[in-house]
């Protein structure tokens, strides 16, 4: 995967179904504990709900370490689960989305209720801007000051981003380069220089 899209920004949408009140609110998140954050901001900024629902991908969009849902109280297997599952398809990544219900009298029964939070989603990730994130990887190279200006070209070619860099005897720069060209830069850096340079790439991908 060379890549994902993340939500830009929060997006709140509502519906009514039989009554009951749905409001959608979906947050870009990174982690567990902004997720948490979220459904505690959800339950300030509407106080006294029936349920607050949650699903949530803090990391890339397939990746079972980094989801979780929760039907708070519905009946098993009717809010977060469909929820998460209208998440997944949208192939989005770093999301979490909590829908909020005000009870309005009339009960819904299990498909009612499966459709109702799914259709929750799937209205509130039309009203989603989204952008794209790029898996980069650490990379480290070492390179003689005459080499300077081809090396520094190429890594402009691949969107290498330089972390860090000393001057001293030689040039030593640390950098995050995209995942999905990482190899094919290692092996431009090193033809171009004609064997004098090497990179060093990383092994994890973010």
Known sequence: MSGYQVPSA?????IIIK?????????????AAEHQHHLRYCQQQWPGATHYCTAAIWGAPHDSQTYAMSDDGEPSGTAGRP???????????????????YFGGIKLGT???QRAYSQAVSEVLKC???????????????????DQSVVTHTLQKYDAIIEKQDFT???????????????????DIKNITQGRV????????D
């Open 10 to 14: 929060p997006a709140t949408h509502e």
């Open 19 to 31: 009554n009951s009140r749905f409001i959608a609110s979906l947050w870009p998140v990174t982690s």
């Open 83 to 101: 929820m998460f599952h209208v998440l997944q398809a949208s192939g989005l990544g770093e999301v979490s989305v909590i829908v909020v219900r």
């Open 111 to 113: 498909g009612g209720l």
């Open 128 to 146: 989603v801007t989204v952008t794209a994130k790029i898996l980069r990887k650490t990379a480290y190279i070492n390179y003689d000051y005459a």
């Open 169 to 187: 005897a030689a040039i030593k720069a640390q950098l995050r380069v995209v995942a999905a060209t990482a190899a094919q830069l290692q092996t």
């Open 198 to 205: 090497s990179m060093t790439i990383a092994s994890e991908a």
